[in-house]
C-alpha cells in the first residue's frame, strides 16, 4: 500500500508506469459496485474486478508492474462544490437522465463500464454553449470530434446526457463518470 494524503478515501485512483513504455493508465474506481474495479484510461475494455483492497482513508493498493521501479498515482475523491466522482444508469435515449453534482460542471469524464467503448471528455470550454459535442477521448490519439451520438448539456447543478451514445449513455448501463466545477466553491453566491 501507498500513502495517498487525501483527506478521505480515493474513489478513482489513476497509476503509470514510468520507466517501460507499453503499459497501461490503470485506472481503479470504488463508486461503480463499492469493490475496487479496474478500467483502462488509454483503452475501451469495459470493468474488470480486482481482488485489491479497497482504498482506506490514509493508502491504497499500488498495482504492481513486473519490472517497474518508478510509478506515479493520481488519487480523487468527491468535494462538495468542487468535484464529484460517481456513476449512473445510462438510459440509451436522446433525452437521458439528470445527473446531479451540486455544481455547474466545467469538466466531464465519461466511461461506460459496462461495455467496451471509448472514453468521453468534454468541457465548457472548446464549444462553450449546450449541447456540448465536441469530444475527446483519452483511450484514442485522434482530434477531437462531434458526436452524431449526441453529447451533453452541462446546467448550474450537473449535467444531462443529450446523446444515444454507448460509450456515455447506454441503455442500462453504469456509466463512470468525474467532474470538476465551473465555480469551485461550497457555497458560491451570485452577484
Not at 48 to 76: D, K, L, M, R
Not at 168 to 174: A, K, R
Amino acid at each position: 500500500t501507498v500513502g495517498h494524503g487525501l483527506g478521505s478515501a480515493p474513489e478513482l485512483v489513476i497509476q503509470k508506469v514510468r520507466n517501460q513504455s507499453g503499459d497501461y493508465w490503470w485506472t481503479g474506481t470504488t463508486v461503480i459496485d463499492g469493490s475496487m474495479d479496474f478500467l483502462k484510461l488509454n483503452d475501451t475494455d469495459a470493468k474488470a474486478n480486482s481482488s485489491y483492497a479497497v482504498p482506506t482513508s490514509s493508502v491504497f493498493s499500488n498495482v504492481t508492474f513486473t519490472g517497474a521501479t518508478s510509478n506515479v498515482a493520481y488519487c480523487f475523491h468527491s468535494v462538495e462544490g468542487f468535484s464529484k466522482i460517481g456513476v449512473f444508469t445510462g438510459n440509451g435515449n436522446a433525452d437521458g437522465p439528470f445527473v446531479y453534482c451540486g455544481f455547474k460542471p466545467a469538466w466531464v469524464l465519461l466511461k461506460n463500464s459496462n461495455d467496451a467503448e471509448w472514453w468521453t471528455l468534454v468541457d465548457n470550454k472548446r464549444l462553450g454553449y449546450n449541447e456540448t459535442n465536441s469530444i475527446l477521448s483519452p483511450n484514442a490519439n485522434g482530434a477531437e470530434y462531434s458526436s452524431s451520438g449526441g453529447g451533453l448539456d452541462l446546467v448550474s447543478n450537473g449535467f444531462k446526457p443529450r446523446g444515444t451514445s454507448n460509450n456515455f449513455n447506454g441503455s442500462s448501463d453504469n456509466i463512470l463518470y468525474m467532474a470538476f466545477a465551473e465555480m469551485p466553491f461550497k457555497y458560491a453566491n451570485a452577484r
